[in-house]
């Protein structure tokens, strides 16, 4: 069959997204260094017959100090835009300190990002706290919601000369359920009660720092929304879906969009959703990714037209696999941006990509097993970076701003 030519809109943003801790290197004022390197963590690595030295951020990807190579690199590949996150660790490493030398080099890291070309997302919370911020109870504290706002004033502030677009927390959703619900990330707690009080003192603190920044600082602001494809299977299927789609998808984004200019979209999941709640992976025999993540290109199409009543500019700010031997990740990439331009058809106004990730990177709790990077870091060989081929076939997209499919 002959291809078709699916030309974006005028303007449309493409790129590639990072978070701090996961890229910088070294970030040692903050919570998940501390857990990282905790007697908890190292022994339950250990119980798993896994290294715990295989399991530290450590110097991650050396981004700090490598940040203007990486920018290079993206805009190598036609990029226009950018997300990163800054770490609030590194700007007020101590209650109340604020480090000057930390917001010079965001200065620093933003001037090059516009200097290479790029429209900026930048992400104030991407799952990491400052150490002593998460001593103190963290989100589950309502009193400690100000913290955050004050730092939030403060950054906004200072870097909004190069800044185009903010997004206050990275997937709230992930953040609460991981953290406290889970208890596999840090700080590891396991308490339904303690993960509704993170989720409302998060949804106030965006609503408080949203005021500032549309304010103030005169930008749009969102969140990066976690949403997922949930489809019903069997005929109870449809009530759970409904109950988990408003659980997952719709608690915070429903409390949080007045307060958003554009809607932040990371995409990564579908489920098959029955009487009893999720149904494993996959049933339509679509591929996987390297971690076992059925790859549903069609839910993003669902999950973007499902947004067109909230009249607001959409962004997808994440989506990307773990592909270390670069199989999928053309496909992958193709395929979701097919879906959604059938979305953009039916009347999403999708505005930008940005694939998760730039560079391979420290997978979380997992480590720097899964490789999601455009870019390869070779661990062995001094962070080398090398380009992969399905980031040149992205690029050829970016540059012609259509997708032959
Ligand atoms: C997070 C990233 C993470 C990616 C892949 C997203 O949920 O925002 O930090 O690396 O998923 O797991």
């Known amino acids: 069959m002959e291809k078709q030519r699916l030309q974006f809109p005028k303007g449309f943003l493409w790129g590639a997204a990072t978070a701090g801790h996961q890229i910088e290197g ?11 390197h905790g007697q908890m963590r190292e022994n339950a690595l250990r119980k798993e017959g896994k290294n715990p030295a295989q399991f530290y951020s450590g110097i991650a990807c050396d981004s700090f100090n490598r940040f203007d190579e990486d920018f290079g690199l993206a805009q190598y590949l036609n990029h226009n835009a950018t997300r990163l996150s800054i770490e609030w660790a590194r700007i007020e490493p101590r209650e ?66 190069y800044t185009d677009f903010w997004l206050t927390f990275n997937e709230p959703e992930i953040y609460s359920n991981l953290g406290f619900l889970r208890g596999r990330f840090p700080p590891q707690i396991k308490s339904v009660r303690i993960m509704l009080r993170v989720i409302r003192n998060i949804i106030s603190a965006h609503n408080l720092c949203s005021e500032y920044i549309r304010h103030e600082i005169r930008q749009p602001v969102s969140i ?11 005929f109870f299927g449809h009530l759970s879906a409904g109950l988990a789609h408003y659980i997952a998808n719709r608690y915070i984004l429903s409390r949080t969009i007045n307060a958003c200019d554009f809607i932040g979209v990371n995409y990564y999941f579908h489920h098959h959703i029955g009487l009893f709640g999720k149904r494993g992976k996959s049933q339509s025999g679509h591929e996987e990714t390297d971690l076992g993540w059925g790859i549903h290109p069609e839910g993003l199409e669902r999950v973007l037209t499902s947004l067109i009543k909230y009249k607001k500019p959409i962004y997808i700010t994440e989506n990307g696999l773990a592909d270390a031997h670069d199989t999928k990740r053309e496909k992958f990439i193709k395929d979701h941006l097919y879906f959604a331009h059938r979305a953009i058809k039916k009347g999403a106004d999708v505005r930008g990509y940005l694939y998760w990730s730039l560079i391979d990177n420290f997978e979380w709790d997992m480590g720097y097993g899964p490789r999601f990077g455009l870019i390869a870091i070779n661990r062995e060989s001094l962070l080398e970076r090398k380009i992969r081929y399905s980031a040149l076939k992205y690029g050829e997209i970016c540059k012609n701003n259509y997708l032959e499919y």
């Open 26 to 36: 070294n970030n040692v004022n903050s919570d998940w260094w501390a857990w990282e």
């Open 224 to 234: 990066a929304y976690h949403l997922s494809d949930l489809q019903p299977t069997g």
């Open 96 to 161: 109340g300190e604020y480090n000057e030398k930390a917001l010079d080099h965001y200065e620093k890291v933003l001037q090059s990002a516009k200097f290479h070309g790029f429209t900026t997302f930048v992400t104030l919370h991407h799952f990491t706290s400052p150490l002593w911020f998460a001593r103190k109870g963290g989100f589950a504290e309502q009193q400690n919601i100000d913290h955050f706002v004050r730092y939030v004033k403060l950054a906004t502030k200072r870097l909004s000369q």
